[in-house]
């Protein structure tokens, strides 16, 4: 029994989730009826107006903000950007220290700024180099440092990223793109001054998220023209979209209370001990404790990733090689090789993760079928690794 409408097991949920039934049920009012725009002084603005202000509570919610401290923007994307912009802007001389592992999000962001960056050590465990990192802050003009990694699901010690950032005065962003709804965040424990989120990471729409920006933060707007939200982000609201975010932050929130991410990280641990069980060979990347519920990073000795992936698609499984975001790139991920995972086992490395919608014998199944599919590859491979890569991050 397959629970996605496709017929599909799909396991690529750190690339998107599939929206929730209720999450599309709220939207759907704000794409039909609900036009008006929300900065109009009319009771269809007023009412749209009304609908944003109770999904910035209910995104406030899921991360333990003030609602007032939610910027909502077109996505994960927008809202790095904005940060890092924003503390290029406001930060005096000095690098921008952000951690090997981060996404292209944050890398590419950095490395158009004219300024130099370092970029923080992890080690074989995926796990930022605390020490390092604070020796690396001696020039810092700030700071970003991912919540959990995107490949391997990784944790990342944001909590002490930012005390350290914070004695020395540095602005600290985290993207929690992949953390937000898989595990509990509390911007006020942690220490950040911002935080990305994206809602389709979290059974929400594409194409909209969030910025957390701190009360009190100095900040430059990087979109300007209309003032909307507060001037932090000027641009009409997509309203549908923000409602859809509102509402899975607010599924997501009950879901993880009720204890969630244990009932994920069971399907994801069953999935991992039977391919372990019945295959030799099998590396599992990243620290295993700290690490999302819901991901799971193997290499497979003698085979490759794209042959892996076209048998697994052929059998209706749909996960993928490192991250969806930047498939066809024929080389191992920035962040294997920031781990030293060696070129051929990085090469032979898939990511599996689930979400809620998942099942107990989904994973199963899919434990099964990435079996055979190795066992296929192996034998027609051999030892070796063969030439074809499809390389992501
Ligand atoms: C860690 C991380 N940051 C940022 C992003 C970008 O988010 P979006 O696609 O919503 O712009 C992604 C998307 O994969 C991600 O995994």
Redesign the pocket.
């Known amino acids: 029994m397959r629970a996605d409408a496709w017929g599909v097991i799909y396991l690529d949920c ?2 998107t989730t599939p929206i929730l039934p209720e999450v599309l049920e709220a939207m759907l009012p704000w794409l039909k009826d609900g036009y008006g725009n929300p900065s109009g002084s009319h009771a269809l603005g007023r009412r749209a107006r009304g609908a944003i202000d109770v999904a910035r509570e209910q995104v406030a919610g899921l991360i333990g903000a003030k609602p007032d401290e939610v910027v909502f923007t ?5 809202s ?1 950007n904005t940060a890092l912009h924003c503390f290029d802007r406001l930060a005096g001389s000095g690098r921008a220290v952000v951690s090997a592992i ?2 292209s ?2 890398l590419r962001t950095v490395e158009s700024l004219e300024r130099e960056v370092w970029l923080a050590p992890v080690g074989a465990d995926g796990v930022l180099d605390l020490e390092r990192f604070e020796a690396g802050l001696a020039g810092a003009a700030f700071v970003s440092v ?1 919540t ?3 490949e391997t699901g990784v944790l990342q010690p944001v909590a002490e990223v930012a005390r350290l950032g914070r004695e020395r005065g540095l602005a600290v962003h985290t ?1 929690a ?2 953390a937000a709804g898989k595990v509990a965040i509390d911007v006020r424990e942690t220490g950040v001054d911002t935080l ?1 989120l ?4 979290f059974h929400g729409p ?1 194409g909209v ?1 969030a910025l957390f920006v701190r009360k009190g933060l100095r900040f430059e707007p990087l979109l300007r023209g209309g003032g909307q939200e507060r001037g932090l982000r000027s641009g009409t609201e997509n309203t549908a979209g923000i409602v859809g975010m509102g509402a899975a932050a607010e599924a997501a929130r009950k879901f993880l209370a009720d204890g969630g991410g244990g009932r994920i990280a069971e399907m994801r641990d069953a999935f991992e001990k039977r391919v372990m069980a019945s295959l030799s060979g099998v590396v599992a990347n990243g620290d295993p404790a700290k690490r999302l519920p819901n991901t799971s990073h193997l290499s497979f000795d003698g085979c490759d990733s794209a042959g892996l992936l076209v048998l697994l698609d052929d059998a209706g499984v749909a996960c993928s090689a490192g ?3 930047m498939a066809g790139k024929s080389k191992p991920s920035h962040v294997q090789l920031a781990m030293g995972i060696p070129g051929k086992r990085a090469r032979s490395s898939l990511r599996v993760s689930f979400s809620r919608l998942n099942t107990l014998a989904e994973a199963e199944e899919a434990a099964g079928l990435v079996v055979r599919a190795v066992e296929k590859l192996r034998s027609v491979q051999g030892p070796g690794v063969g030439p074809v890569v499809v390389y992501t991050s």
């Open positions: 750190n690339a077109s996505g994960g994307t927008e790095v981060e996404h999000a944050v991912m959990a990694n995107n993207d793109v992949q990305s994206s809602a389709h990471k594409k998220g991250s969806a975001c």
